[in-house]
């Protein structure tokens, strides 16, 4: 079986969970023996995915038909991008203008939307020569590029939704990405949540019938660790870990108050906060008008061998999304040694139930379950033991089979 699948970002070149989705998923389904064609707006030359049967083909029309190669793709679409995230890119940018067949045209769409309708034409002319069962697109910046793809093939579609516009907000969606999203939903002939908390979030707010969703819950490559747990401060100090994007839908502001409430009982802790956002700023200032700026460690963005690093070295990990579709990283925190703290709001809930649970606006609570893994070891070592034995029951290999059952599904009824 052959899959042509859209994304938007792939390892390395990542900077959220749907990279680590991408790359799972993509290496569970070659070993599972199908071949994937990975359509996506950035990837740098001579990068190896290390996947066989995974190809990155770029989106550029001029490396459509055969021949084609790794290498950066002209696009300045980038993971997570928003309206002005991507327009600010624009202006800094000098756009080239190509000539072609006597006609002058940007090289970029002059904002995201109309980068994301450039991206669907490239698709289009994709998928005439690019052979394939079927097509997988993955959140609303590939589903304009899915369904172009499926008009010019015939061929059926599935997307895939990693966050919906509602999460991603607070639950004020943008109009413009929400009717993207609703479009692709459907349009496509299946829909892929990653959780049944986001299959009821699509059926709730996008009218889409429950037996059209489908869920295939993500999961954590195995195969790396970081096994040192060594400290870094001399001073003995316990350290709790907030690790993603500083945004609305990651609730760092509740991580922060929380923070601010075990400080008033233990001392000797530390709070790093790995990652970087539109809220960074914000969230420094919050430290320092919170008094606890001394205890607030920001380290910024951090990738491959760093992110395993920070997991190990601390001692509870703390993830206090607002709405969150899946969230892989208390599995990364798991794999690598440490016991969690998550959302109720949550999809990663539905699949480890040996972690601390809270409601992301429960401050309280979260400050309390924080100082009682830290306080007793018990709790600490029992939360880890189980948590470890549940993440063993999760693979991307499965996962990809579960999408494999659902493409032949698909591909069946389209034929009948």
Same mark, same amino acid.
């Given at each position: 079986? $052959?899959?042509?699948?859209?994304?938007?970002?792939?390892?390395?070149?990542?900077?959220?969970?749907?990279?680590?989705?991408?790359?799972?998923?993509? %290496?569970?389904?070659?070993?599972?023996? @199908?071949?994937?064609?990975?359509?996506?707006?950035?990837?740098?030359?001579?990068?190896?995915?290390?996947?066989?049967? @995974?190809?990155?083909? %770029?989106?550029?029309?001029?490396?459509?038909?055969?021949?084609?190669?790794?290498? $950066?793709?002209?696009?300045?679409?980038?993971?997570?991008?928003?309206?002005? %995230?991507?327009?600010?890119?624009?202006?800094? =940018?000098?756009?080239? @203008?190509?000539?072609?067949?006597? $006609?002058?045209?940007?090289?970029?769409?002059?904002?995201?939307?109309?980068?994301?309708?450039?991206?669907?034409?490239?698709?289009?002319?994709?998928?005439?020569?690019?052979?394939?069962? /079927?097509?997988?697109?993955?959140?609303?910046? *590939?589903? $304009?590029?899915?369904?172009?793809?499926?008009?010019?093939?015939?061929?059926?579609?599935?997307?895939?939704?990693?966050?919906?516009?509602?999460?991603?907000?607070?639950?004020?969606?943008?109009?413009?990405?929400?009717?993207?999203?609703?479009?692709?939903? +459907?349009?496509?002939?299946?829909?892929?949540?990653?959780?049944?908390?986001?299959?009821?979030?699509?059926?709730?707010?996008?009218?889409?019938?429950?037996?059209?969703?489908?869920?295939?819950?993500?999961? =954590?490559?195995? &195969?790396?660790?970081?096994?040192? +747990?060594?400290?870094?401060?001399?001073?003995? !100090?316990?350290?709790?870990?907030?690790?993603?994007?500083?945004?609305?839908?990651?609730?760092?502001?509740?991580?922060?108050?929380?923070?601010?409430?075990?400080?008033?009982?233990?001392?000797?802790?530390?709070?790093?906060?790995?990652?970087?956002?539109?809220?960074?700023?914000?969230?420094?200032?919050?430290?320092?008008?919170?008094?606890? !700026?001394?205890?607030?460690?920001?380290?910024?963005?951090?990738?491959? !061998?760093? /992110?395993?690093?920070?997991?190990?070295?601390? &001692?509870?990990?703390?993830?206090?999304?607002?709405?969150?579709?899946?969230?892989?990283?208390?599995?990364?925190?798991?794999?690598?040694?440490?016991?969690?703290?998550?959302?109720?709001?949550?999809? @990663?809930?539905?699949?480890?139930?040996?972690?601390?649970?809270?409601?992301?606006?429960?401050?309280?609570?979260?400050?309390?379950? /924080?100082?009682?893994?830290?306080?007793?070891?018990?709790?600490?070592? *029992?939360?880890?033991?189980?948590?470890?034995?549940?993440?063993?029951?999760?693979?991307?290999?499965?996962?990809?089979?579960? =999408?494999?059952? /659902?493409?032949?599904?698909?591909?069946?009824?389209?034929?009948?």
């Amino acid at each position: 079986m $052959k899959v042509l699948m859209f994304g938007w970002e792939f390892p390395p070149f990542k900077s959220g969970g749907l990279g680590t989705a991408c790359h799972g998923l993509t %290496s569970g389904l070659s070993n599972n023996d @199908v071949k994937v064609t990975f359509v996506m707006p950035f990837c740098p030359e001579n990068s190896d995915s290390g996947i066989k049967n @995974v190809k990155v083909m %770029s989106s550029d029309m001029k490396y459509i038909p055969k021949n084609v190669d790794i290498k $950066k793709i002209n696009s300045l679409m980038q993971s997570y991008d928003t309206s002005s %995230s991507y327009e600010e890119r624009y202006r800094k =940018c000098d756009v080239e @203008v190509k000539k072609g067949d006597g $006609k002058e045209f940007m090289l970029y769409g002059r904002n995201l939307f109309s980068e994301v309708h450039r991206y669907a034409e490239n698709a289009r002319d994709i998928a005439r020569y690019e052979n394939c069962d /079927i097509i997988h697109a993955h959140d609303w910046m *590939t589903y $304009k590029a899915g369904i172009a793809a499926k008009e010019v093939s015939g061929k059926p579609l599935v997307v895939h939704i990693h966050a919906t516009e509602f999460d991603r907000t607070g639950g004020n969606p943008n109009q413009y990405v929400y009717d993207i999203e609703r479009e692709g939903f +459907h349009k496509a002939d299946k829909v892929i949540a990653v959780s049944n908390y986001t299959k009821g979030m699509v059926v709730k707010h996008y009218g889409i019938p429950e037996n059209k969703v489908s869920v295939v819950h993500n999961a =954590c490559q195995m &195969d790396r660790a970081w096994h040192s +747990h060594r400290k870094p401060f001399d001073d003995g !100090s316990k350290i709790v870990l907030f690790l993603g994007r500083i945004t609305l839908q990651k609730g760092p502001e509740y991580f922060l108050h929380a923070a601010k409430r075990v400080l008033e009982q233990m001392k000797d802790v530390k709070f790093i906060m790995a990652g970087s956002g539109d809220m960074m700023n914000r969230m420094i200032d919050l430290s320092t008008h919170l008094g606890i !700026s001394r205890n607030v460690l920001f380290s910024g963005f951090l990738s491959g !061998s760093d /992110i395993d690093r920070a997991y190990s070295m601390a &001692d509870l990990y703390v993830m206090p999304s607002v709405s969150e579709p899946f969230g892989i990283t208390p599995l990364e925190a798991i794999k690598n040694g440490t016991p969690t703290l998550i959302s109720k709001q949550s999809g @990663v809930s539905e699949v480890i139930t040996n972690a601390l649970k809270v409601d992301f606006w429960d401050i309280d609570d979260m400050a309390n379950k /924080i100082l009682a893994t830290l306080k007793y070891s018990s709790l600490h070592s *029992t939360l880890l033991e189980n948590s470890t034995r549940e993440l063993g029951k999760l693979s991307w290999d499965k996962a990809a089979f579960n =999408c494999l059952n /659902i493409y032949r599904d698909i591909i069946r009824e389209h034929l009948n």
